[in-house]
């Protein structure tokens, strides 16, 4: 509504009489539009109208025993009417406007969204490679060629698209999945042991078990076999499916100092300007702009844009420098984040069906670190499925031979 | 006029349509506290930052008591008040 106002241009009345509000009544009843219309004050009303009633407005406060003046023109039109008695500064802002539309047509900016695990520096050279650069031409863009190309370069990609609006490239990317792995049913595995333990419970579901409850194992050693046996004789290889539980015992440690070191802003705070013309800068300051020890650089970049709308390919750059100072402080609660790391470290061992039976922790401090050991007895599945090496597999078929003998 | 205004009321009872509908009778709606819509007006009477006053039908009025009032818009029929309300009154 405001810019419509805007573009068809308004005006600012002074209505003064008795009865002011009766040309508010005169306007409604001829259908005309006004607003902002003020309460009278010392027999005066302020009030807004569209720039076309201008002419009219005098007379038709006057039919109702009131004078108009208008106070002031509002909008484009009166814009227009008091620029085109300055010709430069048209000339100025007509360049202006060509200028923010001809930079449009270029690529200004450009955003990647979704990359998350990606390599955004591979993306970006893809896409330069592909057209897409800062300060490329982007009418000409084709969606499939840009994705066929960026795909092509970048395998873990599985989609992409980029939107343009104005002089900013929008490119979403999303990840390839993994594909799920697939079981082979023909491949020979056996169970062997994660961690040593003593065995509490065997399930062999296919396979020769190899080992009883209450047995002690080893990591590595065979839980169950992948072979099959009749009744007097083996029979062959095959996949050994099973679970075997067993209690397992575990001591973890995990080490910290016991100070660390904290910064602390001194104060001292420099900025220093720099501009950047499509790919080149221009600094405002001598020298480089490699920061020195005990400071933090802080870089603001300021594009000229709306955003939306257009971006020019000028941004104003700001580097402001902090210095500070390092000091050594007792570090807090560092006891707990150990405990706690140990913890999830344990959960990832001991597995979702896994439980801790019990458990003990301890910590010492020497030499200025903190070492927290945690010692706990747990109850968990300990199997896993590993591939039968050809030298076990030619064992299974010599035994399947001798027997046949 | 009196005869008419019957005559529509009677016409509206009848046949269980809103009187508004068949009469130019104000109907008047209070939104929230802060903004009154007046439809079937008949001129406005008094504009003052307190007090709004319209007319209405048959020499009645319809007034709008409040802090800061100010009228928003306005049509041959129609008038929407916004300001701070404490009454509205029909006289």
């Known amino acids: 509504m405001r810019a419509a106002r805007f573009v068809t241009g308004w005006l600012e009345a002074e209505v003064t009489g008795i009865q002011p509000e009766k040309f508010l009544q005169t306007l409604a009843e001829r259908g005309m539009t006004f607003w902002d219309a003020a309460p009278p004050v010392d027999f005066t009303m302020h009030v807004c109208l569209p720039l076309r009633w201008a002419k009219l407005t005098p007379a038709l406060a006057e039919s109702v025993g009131c004078q108009a003046r208008i106070v002031k023109l509002h909008g484009l039109p009166t814009l227009f009417a008091r620029v085109k008695k300055r010709r430069t500064l048209l000339i100025g802002l007509l360049l202006a406007v060509a200028c923010i539309l001809w930079s449009s047509l270029y690529v200004w900016d450009i955003q990647i969204a979704g990359a998350d695990g990606l390599d955004k520096g591979a993306i970006r050279a893809s896409l330069a490679d592909a057209g897409v650069d800062i300060g490329a031409f982007w009418p000409p863009f084709s969606q499939d060629l840009i994705r066929n190309s960026v795909i092509l370069d970048v395998p873990t990609i599985r989609w992409m698209t980029v939107n343009i609006r104005g002089s900013h490239a929008e490119v979403i990317v999303r990840p390839m999945r993994e594909a799920a792995k697939v079981v082979d049913e023909k491949e020979y595995v056996k169970i062997v042991a994660t961690t040593a333990g003593i065995v509490t419970q065997v399930q062999a579901l296919r396979g020769t ?76 300051y001598r020298g480089c702009s490699i920061c020195q020890a005990n400071c933090d650089k802080i870089i603001k970049e300021h594009k000229l844009s709306i955003e939306g709308v257009f971006t020019l390919p000028v941004t104003l750059v700001r580097e402001i420098t902090r210095s500070y100072s390092v000091d050594s402080q007792p570090t807090q609660g560092t006891q707990n984040e150990l405990e706690s790391a ?45 591939p039968l090496t050809d030298a076990e597999l030619a064992t299974i078929e010599s035994q399947i031979l001798n027997t046949k003998e | 006029m009196g005869k008419e205004e019957s005559v529509s009321a009677r016409m509206s009872r009848k046949f269980e349509i809103q009187q508004e509908a068949v009469s130019a009778v104000p109907r008047i709606t209070v939104s929230g506290m802060t903004s009154v819509l007046v439809e079937g007006h008949r001129g406005l ?40 309300l404490w009454a509205v009154e029909l006289e």
């Not at chain 1, 660390?260 to 013309?277: N, P």
């Not at chain 1, 470290?345 to 401090?365: F, M, N, P, Q």
Request: aromatic share 4%; hydrophobic share 40%.
């Open chain 1, 342 to 386: 140990l913890e999830k470290e344990l959960a990832h061992l001991v597995g979702d069906d896994g439980s801790v039976i019990s458990k003990d922790c301890t910590a010492t401090e020497t030499d200025g670190l903190l070492r927290v050991t945690l010692r706990t007895e747990c109850e968990q599945q300990i199997g896993t499925a590993v």
């Open chain 1, 209 to 284: 078990a190899v080992v009883t409850a209450g047995q002690t194992v080893l990591a590595g050693e065979t839980l169950i076999d992948a072979v099959a046996t009749g009744r007097y004789a083996v029979q062959g290889a095959i996949r050994a499916i099973g679970t075997v539980r067993a209690r397992t015992w575990y001591e973890l440690t995990a080490e910290a100092p016991v100070t660390q070191s904290v910064k602390t802003y001194t104060g001292k705070e420099t900025s220093r300007w720099a501009l950047i013309f499509g790919k080149n800068r221009i600094n405002f």
């Open chain 2, 45 to 84: 009477l008094e504009y003052e930052p307190e007090r709004v006053a319209a007319a209405a039908g048959a020499g009645g009025k319809v007034i709008i008591r409040g802090e800061n009032l100010r009228l928003v818009s306005m049509s041959r029929s129609d008038l929407t008040i916004s300001g701070k």
